[in-house]
């Protein structure tokens, strides 16, 4: 029934009232012609209240004018005089049109522009290049061209070693991948010298090209030549650059303190605890407070109360803060077991500095115990190649 | 005449299980409850008031008597009354 009142709507029908002697001979003239009549109601001994459809509305004067009875119409209903009334009101269309206009115009622009994946090129410094190319906010997004912003971001950064532009809905997404640029390598015709790059005894030195200017013993500066590419003739003026090539083993230290005091503060909790619920609906709270927290220091817990007892997430909650009081109580540390500690942690701290292909020769470990610290003092050696080749000036 | 063909138009409904109310070009009255009558294959409104409803048919004056009847549709075929229906009649 309710498809047959949708269809009605849509198709739009009139409710009219029939005013006459012979009603009964209408309603099976109609009947007979194939007009569809329905919810026909005897409202008088003389007036007859019906819906009708358009179409069937128009066939009815033939036989109103047969049957000589006064039609009159009481309502329209349906789609077509909705759509009918509101040709009449103009700005209303207008408006509606210029609504769609405008958010269709507003959704093609690009309205924010994401930058994943940079770390070394700020944000900012990628947005101004693209603004460059006129690539900002505000730019409509059909005309952008996303195979352009990738091959240009790609040309103006070379540590980018990939790049995505993808547009979804008003949002840019741009994503790079940074690639790990290798240290500047110096080409093998090029004249350098091999520098300390930290301080060290010499152990060995090996070198392939150039002349070793330092020798087993040497203690060496942080920039001090050690392998030089300027060789120079007894006999003559003549110098000769070369590539200086070579390995430089160097004994370096590693120093790394770490101090401890013996005797700590820690909190403890006394046992008091002070309680207040909160009631949640969806992400709003409300506390229930019951005076202020008596207690100095403390720490929070936050438990939740089930309501029922159900596996699902209820969008209320009822949360129980409790507040634990806290007492500072002086602990007394065990001494052999802090030396281990700092021993551990400052070995640790060294390894992280260690290069990978250093080799450690000796590790020194000292505690000391000063004002009520223990202070623990580790020295390790190590044996490690300290060469880098600088260009000559 | 009219009767000898009736009596085979009958038996021959009955024998083929066929609808008798489209052989023998009967009325077919269907009610729902008390609140809705269907009659089918009628033959014109005589009276229509809330509370009388007549319609000719091939067997006579089919006469509804109720309160607060409406037509819910009329067709060339069918017509549907809706309403609080007490009385059905059939006037030969």
């Given at each position: ?37 329905w ?5 008088d ?26 039609v009159e ?29 405008l ?7 690009i ?30 997004k ?24 993808e ?13 790990d ?14 520098v ?14 150039g ?5 087993k ?17 007894e006999y003559?003026?003549i ?6 090539e ?15 005091p ?5 909190k ?12 949640k609906?969806g ?23 089930r309501?029922?007892n ?11 803060h409790?507040?634990k ?56 050696e ?12 | 005449?009219d ?15 066929l ?15 008390n609140i809705?009558?269907n ?9 229509y008031?809330?509370?009388?409803l ?26 549907i009354v ?11």
């Open positions: 029934m309710g498809t047959i009142k949708a269809w009605n709507f849509l198709r739009g029908y009139v409710i009219i009232r029939v005013e006459g002697l012979t009603l009964e001979r209408f309603l099976n003239l109609a009947a007979s012609n194939n007009i569809y009549l919810d026909i109601n005897r409202v001994y003389t007036l007859l209240e019906m819906k009708v459809t358009i179409r069937g509305f128009r066939e009815l004067k033939e036989i109103v004018k047969k049957v000589g009875c006064r119409l009481v309502e329209k209903k349906g789609l077509p005089f909705f759509i009918y009334g509101l040709r009449q009101r103009k700005m209303l269309g207008f408006g509606f049109i210029i609504f769609f206009i958010v269709f115009y507003l959704s093609s622009l309205w924010h522009i994401e930058i994943i994946g940079n770390e070394s090129v700020s944000t900012q410094e990628i947005l101004e290049s693209l603004e460059k190319e006129n690539i900002k906010k505000g730019i409509i059909y005309r952008l061209d996303t195979d352009y912003i990738e091959y240009k971001l790609l040309m103006e950064y070379d540590i980018f070693s990939y790049t995505s532009a547009v979804q809905g008003t949002k840019l997404t741009i994503e790079v991948k940074e690639r640029l290798p240290p500047d390598l110096i080409d093998e015709d090029t004249p350098c010298n091999i300390a790059i930290k301080k060290g005894i010499i152990e060995k030195v090996i070198a392939r090209n002349k070793a200017v330092v020798k013993g040497d203690v060496v500066e942080k920039g001090q030549t050690l392998i030089t590419g300027i060789i120079s003739d003559s003026d110098q000769m650059y070369v590539h200086a070579g390995e430089v083993l160097a004994k370096t230290s590693y120093f790394y303190q770490v101090e401890e013996i005797e700590k503060t820690i403890v909790e006394t046992g008091e605890v002070f309680e207040r619920r909160e009631l609906v992400d709003r709270g409300l506390q229930f407070i019951r005076g202020d927290i008596p207690f100095d220091d403390y720490v929070e817990e936050v438990r939740e109360v309501l029922f159900l596996d699902i997430d209820l969008p209320i909650k009822i949360l129980v409790e507040y009081e806290l007492e500072p109580k002086i602990v007394k540390q065990n001494v052999e077991l802090i030396k281990d500690s700092n021993h551990m942690k400052a070995v640790e701290e060294i390894n992280k500095q260690l290069p990978a292909e250093a080799k450690i020769i000796s590790k020194d470990v000292k505690h000391y115990v000063r004002d009520n610290k223990v202070i623990t003092h580790v020295l390790i190590v044996l490690e190649d300290i060469g880098e080749k600088r260009l000559l000036n | 005449m009767d000898k063909m009736s009596n085979i138009k009958y038996n021959i409904s009955e024998a083929l299980e609808p008798k109310d489209l052989i023998l070009d009967l009325p077919k009255i269907v009610m729902i409850g809705q009558i009659i089918s294959n009628h033959k014109g409104i005589v009276e008031t809330q509370e009388v007549r319609v000719n048919s091939s067997i006579g004056i089919i006469k509804i008597s109720g309160s607060d009847m409406e037509l819910k549709t009329i067709l060339s075929e069918e017509i809706k309403g609080n229906i007490e009385k059905v009649e059939i006037i030969s």
